[in-house]
């Protein structure tokens, strides 16, 4: 499972005018619930420091969508599944209404890679929460600013030029 952090790559969606430009703070891969594909998913942010999840990619056949989905909404649709049931792709359904079947799988792939949901004992494909406090840590932690600021331009023009002299042109007068 490759991870990678990204940022400063903003997307719109060309397919929903009305959806919020998403800079990426992350791409990751998983492998899908069956074992038998490769996802590859990202998590953004909009304008509003929200975070957004979206399928990217699948090294399988199915057909997926590729829209981005508010954390906020995937958190509802999982505290709003029945207690009494395990969680299942089919509590994702309601985020994609006439959109791919598979997708609600395949985001259910990257919240268990991410420990959002995490497998029951003894199940192969039913879930529960995972640890949500600490996978919006991680993610918090990934939007920090970079605690090693870098020089200011005028400051390392400064120190460049210390070190390095241009070549001297050889004068006609010597002899």
Same mark, same amino acid.
């Given at each position: ?11 719109? =969606?060309?397919? #929903? ?8 703070? !992350? ?6 619930? @069956?074992? +038998?594909?490769? /996802? ?12 957004? *999840? ?6 399988? &056949? ?16 999982? @505290?709003? *599944?029945? @207690?009494? $049931? ?6 994702? +359904?309601? /985020?994609?209404?006439? !959109?791919?079947? =598979? #997708?609600?799988?395949?985001? %259910?792939?990257? /919240?268990?890679?991410? &420990?959002?949901? +995490? %497998?029951?004992?003894?199940? $192969? $494909?039913?879930? @529960? ?6 996978? /919006?840590? #991680? ?10 600021? $870098? ?14 002299? !241009? ?9």
């Amino acid at each position: 499972m490759a991870t990678t952090s990204k940022r400063k790559t903003t997307d719109k =969606n060309p397919k #929903t005018p009305g959806t919020p430009s998403i800079t990426v703070i !992350k791409k990751a891969s998983t492998k899908s619930l @069956e074992g +038998r594909g490769k /996802l590859d998913y990202e998590l953004g942010t909009d304008a509003a420091g929200a975070l957004h *999840w979206r399928i990217a990619k699948n090294s399988g &056949g199915g057909f997926f969508s590729d829209e981005w989905v508010s954390f906020q909404a995937i958190q509802a649709a999982l @505290e709003e *599944w029945p @207690e009494e $049931r395990p969680i299942t792709s089919m509590a994702l +359904r309601s /985020l994609f209404q006439g !959109k791919s079947v =598979n #997708t609600p799988s395949f985001l %259910l792939a990257a /919240l268990l890679c991410e &420990g959002v949901v +995490r %497998l029951l004992a003894g199940k $192969r $494909r039913q879930y @529960e929460l995972g640890d949500v406090a600490a996978f /919006l840590e #991680t993610v918090h932690a990934t939007k920090a600013p970079h605690s090693n600021p $870098r020089q200011p331009r005028a400051q390392a023009k400064a120190k460049a030029g210390t070190r390095m002299t !241009k070549p001297t042109k050889p004068s006609a007068t010597a002899n």
